[in-house]
């Protein structure tokens, strides 16, 4: 059933203000009784269609999301499938890095929601999970697991935030440092990959 222009309108209206709010204001201090007020529609209406703050943030994220994970399953190499195992991996740290610096403030929200919300949400575990096949591509005498959750943590927002913010360091440092947790050390870099013999 399509939907009403009305709540068609509502619902853009609440994702605009939301969005502004994250952007502009410090965590703690969105709720849905403001974006609700900055979007001009009751508290009800927002909960109606979204649940609660995490809801709305997934709303707000979910079309940024699918379009990476597009270019992931079905794009391009290197980013896409196919082609050298270690470009694919810096393609797709490179891809990360640039999502969290696009939709930094929603990720934010999401990391500040509670404990867990950052790792167990069903992005988060896609992009692990990715992580962890092109890192085995590459150093398969490690334990990729742990070490796509190590490397995926360095691009935590909240961390890159400390990192520009507090120690004045800039995005290309950064991406380099990401690039150097995942790269193999040199004596690793010519042993066989126990796949693909």
């Keep these: 059933m399509a939907e009403r222009a009305d709540a068609a ?4 209206a609440v ?3 939301a969005e502004a709010l994250f952007r502009r204001e410090d965590l703690g201090h969105v709720s849905l009784e ?3 007020q900055a979007a001009g529609v009751g508290k009800a209406t927002v909960m109606r269609r979204f649940g609660d703050l995490l809801g709305l943030v997934d709303a707000l994220i979910a079309p940024r999301v699918a379009a990476l994970q597009d270019r992931v399953r079905g ?3 290197p980013l896409g499938p196919g082609g050298d195992a270690a470009a694919r991996l810096h393609a797709y740290l490179d891809a990360l890095l640039d999502f969290v610096l696009d939709n930094r403030t929603l990720i934010r929200a999401l990391e500040h929601y509670g404990p867990y919300a950052y790792y167990a949400n069903p992005a988060s575990q896609f992009w692990i999970a990715e992580l962890t096949d092109r ?3 590459v150093r398969p005498t490690v334990d990729a697991g742990y070490l796509a959750h190590v490397v995926f943590t360095a691009l935590r927002a909240d961390v890159i935030d400390y990192l520009r913010q507090y120690q004045q360091m800039d995005v290309e440092r950064i ?3 990401v690039h150097a947790l995942a790269d193999p050390p040199a ?3 010519d042993r066989p990959n126990p796949r693909s013999s």
């Design 175 to 177: 991406r380099a440092g």
């Design 187 to 189: 004596a690793d870099r």
């Design 75 to 77: 794009g391009e190499p």
């Design 15 to 17: 994702l605009n203000a």
């Design 135 to 137: 890192l085995y591509a």
């Design 9 to 12: 309108r509502n619902r853009a």
């Design 34 to 36: 403001r974006i609700a």
